[in-house]
C-alpha cells in the first residue's frame, strides 16, 4: 500500500510522495512557552512524532523543524487580547524585558523537552526559537509590501485578505471565521479577516521600520518555515484549532510572497482531547500537565498509549478511570513481551505488512494496536519472532518495548505464592484467594499454569 494522508486543504486522503525523493521536509507547530504544555497541546507532538516514524518505517529520509514561539502570540490567534508571554512574565512577577521573555522561554522549552522526552517523542531536527529570525520576519514582511499586499493602522501592519482570492481555501473557502466573529471587528482593518504582520509596541518590542514592535504569530512560522525547509514543503502539522486562522493566514503571506502554490502539500491536523466534554485550555484553568499523570503514579508512556488507541481525526474524552483502564492494558502488553524470552529471532513478515498496510493508511494506530495484540497471543509464532515483530512494531509505536526488562521478584512475593500455590493444591480456596489478594496489594500477580504459576509485576 502507498502512504495515504488525510490532506485538510484538498478534504481527500491522497497518496503520499514528497516533493524531493530524497527528502521529506515537515513543520510542526510548536508551543507558545509562557507555561508547561498540558496533555493537549501534548497530542500534537505525539501525533507528528507517529507521523514522522511512519514516513521513516516506510523508508524516507525525514527532516522535520519545529518553532518555539516566544514572541509575539496574542491570547487570541485572530490578534486579539494580551501577549501570552507577557501575560506569563505578569503570572511570575517578573519584569517586562525582552531578556525576561527570553528567560522565561527558556525555562518552559526546557520543561517541554521533558515531557516530549517521557513520551518517547523524537527531538526534531531542528527547534527554533522565534525571537531569534525577527529579522526573517521583517524581510518577509517587506516581501509583502512591496507587493501591494499590506496596509498600516494605528497599531501596526496588516496583511490585505481582499488581494488574495484564494483566501481561506484551508477552511473550505469560508472568509469569516468563527474566531474572528466571536472577537468582533477591528474598525481599522478592511476587512474582518486581516490579520496583523506587525503589532507595534512603544513600551517593549524590536526595531522595525514601521516602529517598535513585534512580529504577527503567523508569519514566525511562515518565515522559519521557508527559512529551513524551503517556499515550498511537503507537510504541515497542528490542532484542528489552526484551520482557520493561523494555518490559513500562513498559506497567505507564504504565497503572496513567494508567489509560490502550494506554500506546503500535505496539511494534516489532529483534533481535541476534551476533559468532561470541554476543550482543554490553560486559560480556562481546564488543565492537566503530565506531571499531574504522575502524581497519581501513572507513568506518561500510558497517556501516549492511550492516544493511539483513537485515530488522530477522532476527539478524545479524557477521564482518569480511562487512562487507568489504560494502564492495565499496557502493563498487560508489557508483561507479554517480557514473557518471551530474550533470544533474538526474526520479524514475522506476513504480520509486519499488516501493520504497515495499517500504519500507512492515514496512521491507523487503533489497527496496529489490535495487531500488536493479536502477534502476542499468536501460539502460532516462536516467540523469539514474536519479539522481533513487536520492536519492529515499536518504531513507529514508540512505546519502549525494547527498554522493558525482567524485574526480579522479591523473596517475600515468592514466599507467598509458593504458600498460595500450597493451599490452592490443597484446595484451600479461602487461604488462596487471601493470599492472592496480600500478593496483589504489594503490586504483583499470579497467574496459574496447573500446578505451577507466574508472578508478575501489576
Not at 497541546?41 to 514522522?52: K, T
Not at 525571537?131 to 512591496?146: F, G, R, W
Not at 492495565?328 to 509486519?352: C, H, M, P, W
Not at 505488512?353 to 502460532?380: G, H, M, R, S, Y
Amino acid at each position: 500500500m502507498a502512504l495515504k494522508f488525510y490532506n485538510t486543504l484538498t478534504r481527500e486522503k491522497e497518496d503520499f510522495s514528497p516533493i524531493d525523493p530524497k527528502e521529506v521536509r515537515m513543520y510542526s507547530c510548536g508551543p507558545t512557552v509562557y507555561n508547561y504544555a498540558h496533555i493537549g497541546n501534548l497530542r500534537s507532538y505525539v501525533f507528528a512524532d507517529i507521523l514522522r516514524k511512519t514516513l521513516k518505517y516506510s523508508g524516507l529520509n525525514v527532516k522535520q523543524v519545529m518553532n518555539i514561539t516566544d514572541i509575539g502570540h496574542l491570547s487570541s490567534d485572530a490578534d486579539s487580547g494580551e501577549d501570552k508571554m507577557t501575560k506569563g512574565l505578569l503570572r511570575e512577577g517578573k519584569e517586562l524585558t525582552l531578556q525576561n521573555m527570553r528567560t522565561l522561554a527558556e525555562f518552559y522549552t526546557e520543561k517541554f523537552k521533558e515531557d516530549l522526552n517521557k513520551l518517547n517523542i523524537d527531538m526534531p531536527d531542528g527547534l527554533y526559537y522565534a525571537s531569534d529570525y525577527v529579522k526573517e520576519d521583517v524581510e518577509l514582511i517587506e516581501k509583502l509590501e512591496k507587493k501591494g499586499y499590506t496596509y498600516k493602522t494605528t497599531d501596526g501592519i496588516y496583511f490585505d485578505t481582499e488581494k488574495f482570492p484564494e483566501y481561506g481555501a484551508l477552511k473550505g473557502g469560508q472568509q469569516k471565521s468563527n474566531e474572528e466573529s466571536r472577537i468582533g471587528v477591528n474598525s481599522e482593518k478592511k476587512n474582518p479577516a486581516d490579520f496583523a504582520l506587525w503589532k507595534l509596541d512603544k513600551k517593549i518590542g524590536y526595531p522595525s521600520t514601521w516602529g517598535q514592535g513585534f512580529p504577527g504569530w503567523h508569519i514566525e512560522c511562515s518565515a522559519m518555515g521557508i527559512k529551513f525547509l524551503g517556499e515550498q514543503f511537503d507537510i504541515h502539522t497542528g490542532g484542528i484549532d489552526h484551520i482557520p486562522v493561523h494555518h490559513t493566514n500562513e498559506i497567505a503571506q507564504s504565497e503572496c510572497a513567494t508567489s509560490k502554490s502550494p506554500f506546503v502539500k500535505f496539511w494534516l491536523h489532529h483534533e481535541f482531547v476534551d476533559t468532561g466534554g470541554e476543550k482543554m485550555a490553560k486559560s480556562e484553568n481546564n488543565f492537566l500537565k503530565l506531571s499531574s499523570l504522575e502524581e497519581k503514579n501513572i507513568k506518561p508512556i500510558t497517556y501516549r498509549f492511550w492516544l493511539l488507541m483513537a485515530n488522530y481525526h477522532t476527539k478524545v474524552n479524557f477521564s482518569w478511570e480511562v487512562l487507568e483502564g489504560a494502564e492495565t492494558a499496557l502493563k498487560r502488553l508489557y508483561n507479554l513481551y517480557l514473557g518471551l524470552g530474550n533470544d533474538n529471532g526474526s520479524v514475522n513478515i506476513e504480520y509486519q505488512q499488516k501493520f504497515k498496510d495499517f500504519i500507512e493508511d492515514d496512521l491507523d494506530t487503533p489497527k496496529a494496536l489490535t495487531l500488536l495484540w493479536d502477534v502476542l497471543k499468536d501460539e502460532n509464532v516462536s516467540p523469539a519472532y514474536k519479539r522481533a515483530t513487536v520492536l519492529d512494531f515499536d518504531r513507529v509505536l514508540g512505546l519502549g518495548f525494547e527498554k522493558l526488562t525482567k524485574k526480579i521478584i522479591p523473596e517475600e512475593i515468592k514466599k507467598l505464592a509458593e504458600e498460595r500455590n500450597m493451599a490452592r493444591i490443597n484446595k484451600d480456596f479461602q487461604k488462596s484467594d487471601d493470599l492472592r489478594k496480600q500478593i496483589n496489594d504489594l503490586g504483583y500477580e499470579v497467574k496459574d499454569l496447573g500446578e505451577n504459576y507466574k508472578i508478575s509485576k501489576i
